[in-house]
């Protein structure tokens, strides 16, 4: 019996050795003598298409994002000038400064819409206005340097071109009159310098005037995401189709509120053509200051109706003056189309072509007058540079 013991007891003194000598010295010999748990897992085939989910948006996006362009400005500054030098004691003792201080370059950023294959980028005007150069970053990281070909500051729009040497991914524009309010909508563009990004709302309103941002205001409203760098960039609808230029936000810190403007595709695409085909927007005028036309004003006037714009001055040698038109006149159609409110007259006086002949209908107290008046060339608006 005691022989017996030994011998288990020395069998089992030689296995612990072993077994400390392995786990010491080659332990993963241990490791793989225990059979691993084999996890079934299902994984789509290799460089199959990801189904859209349902409700996605991610075509729209994917075949609007590579036509959204980052655009980037400087211009040449010079440092501020040290109040010392505007003291006489001062500069007797040292001398005049021989200029304002050393140059500096400020650089601003917004967004851009490719508009046509041979490079065409619309953009607001109120990101290049005041720019010596600039650049655009296309969504695959190309980057080119891009030639102001025109601007129109009355609608905020810029006509920039791109010398890529290469057909470059254009965007697709929607039909003039297809959105209504309540139809979702993307923002693309580059708001704060991130990157490109995508936000989604919906058409919160349409028509949206008095703003006090430019002379021909026709604004869609949205709840979609606008910051600052998104200025220029394309909203587009479930399709993916240029519906508007993203220009403006409502906002009191900077950020978004979920009210954002966009310029329509419809005067988008006006003004791109005109300043393709010449290099600015030619508009009508005729030199009336106009105004609405409220029930006060109308009871003042003797008018039993606030039908019509209000004319409330004439500029001295304009066409509307030699036609015979005067203040206090209230204009109800303009070659037989009813006028509403001075948003709509101005509209319509500016797409007549300078040189041609309409017939403006006034109400003259008791009277209705109409008026042969020859429209001449807008103006241009006083630069800001």
């Known amino acids: 019996m005691r022989r017996l013991w030994l011998i288990f007891a020395q069998a089992v003194?030689?296995?612990?050795?072993?077994?400390?000598?392995?786990?010491?010295?080659?332990?993963?010999?241990?490791?793989?003598?225990?059979?691993?748990?084999?996890?079934?897992?299902?994984?789509?085939?290799?460089?199959?298409?990801?189904?859209?989910?349902?409700?996605?948006?991610?075509?729209?996006?994917?075949?609007?994002?590579?036509?959204v362009v980052h655009v980037f400005t400087t211009k040449a500054g010079r440092s501020?000038?040290?109040?010392?030098?505007?003291?006489?004691?001062?500069?007797?003792?040292?001398?005049?400064?021989?200029?304002?201080?050393?140059?500096?370059?400020?650089?601003?950023?917004?967004?851009?819409?490719?508009?046509?294959?041979?490079?065409?980028?619309?953009?607001?005007?109120?990101?290049?206005?005041?720019?010596?150069?600039?650049?655009?970053?296309?969504?695959?990281?190309?980057?080119?340097?891009?030639?102001?070909?025109?601007?129109d500051p009355e609608?905020?729009?810029?006509?920039?071109?791109?010398?890529?040497?290469?057909?470059?991914?254009?965007?697709?524009?929607?039909?003039?009159?297809?959105?209504?309010?309540?139809?979702?909508?993307?923002?693309?563009?580059?708001?704060?310098?991130?990157?490109?990004?995508?936000t989604m709302g919906i058409v919160s309103a349409l028509g949206r005037s008095q703003l006090g941002i430019n002379t021909f205001e026709n604004y869609i409203q949205t709840d979609a995401a606008i910051n600052p760098g998104n200025s220029g960039g394309a909203l587009v609808d479930s399709a993916g189709h240029l519906v508007g230029i993203n220009t403006a936000i409502y906002s009191r810190s900077g950020g978004s509120l979920g009210i954002g403007f966009a310029i329509p595709v419809s005067i988008a695409r006006d003004v791109l053509e005109q300043i393709v085909a010449r290099g600015e927007v030619v508009r009508g005028w005729v030199g009336v200051e106009i105004q609405d036309l409220t029930p006060e004003l109308a009871e003042s006037f003797g008018y039993?109706?606030?039908?019509?714009?209000?004319?409330?001055?004439?500029?001295?040698?304009?066409?509307a003056e030699r036609a015979g038109v005067r203040p206090g006149d209230v204009l109800i159609a303009l070659d037989g189309k009813v006028v509403r409110d001075?948003?709509?007259?101005?509209?319509?006086?500016?797409?007549?072509?300078?040189?041609?002949?309409?017939?403006?209908?006034?109400?003259?107290?008791?009277?209705?007058?109409?008026?042969?008046?020859?429209?001449?060339?807008r103006p241009p608006p006083v630069a800001t540079r």
């Open 155 to 198: 609608t905020d729009l810029a006509v920039l071109r791109l010398e890529a040497g290469d057909t470059l991914p254009a965007i697709t524009f929607s039909a003039s009159e297809s959105l209504s309010v309540g139809d979702v909508v993307l923002a693309i563009g580059n708001p704060f310098g991130v990157g490109q990004t995508v």
């Open 13 to 67: 003194t030689v296995s612990v050795a072993v077994l400390f000598v392995l786990n010491t010295l080659k332990p993963e010999w241990l490791r793989n003598a225990t059979p691993a748990a084999v996890v079934a897992i299902l994984e789509a085939p290799a460089g199959g298409e990801r189904a859209a989910a349902a409700g996605s948006y991610a075509p729209a996006a994917q075949q609007s994002m590579p036509a």
């Open 80 to 151: 501020q000038r040290h109040p010392l030098f505007d003291d006489p004691l001062f500069r007797h003792f040292f001398g005049e400064r021989p200029d304002n201080g050393p140059s500096q370059r400020e650089s601003g950023l917004g967004s851009g819409v490719i508009v046509s294959p041979d490079g065409y980028v619309l953009t607001n005007n109120h990101v290049i206005e005041t720019a010596d150069e600039i650049e655009v970053a296309l969504n695959d990281g190309r980057k080119f340097p891009a030639q102001l070909i025109g601007r």
């Open 304 to 319: 039993a109706d606030a039908r019509g714009a209000l004319i409330a001055g004439v500029l001295r040698g304009s066409p």
């Open 342 to 377: 001075p948003r709509a007259m101005l509209d319509m006086v500016a797409a007549v072509p300078p040189g041609q002949e309409v017939v403006f209908r006034v109400r003259r107290g008791a009277q209705e007058l109409e008026l042969k008046v020859a429209v001449g060339r």
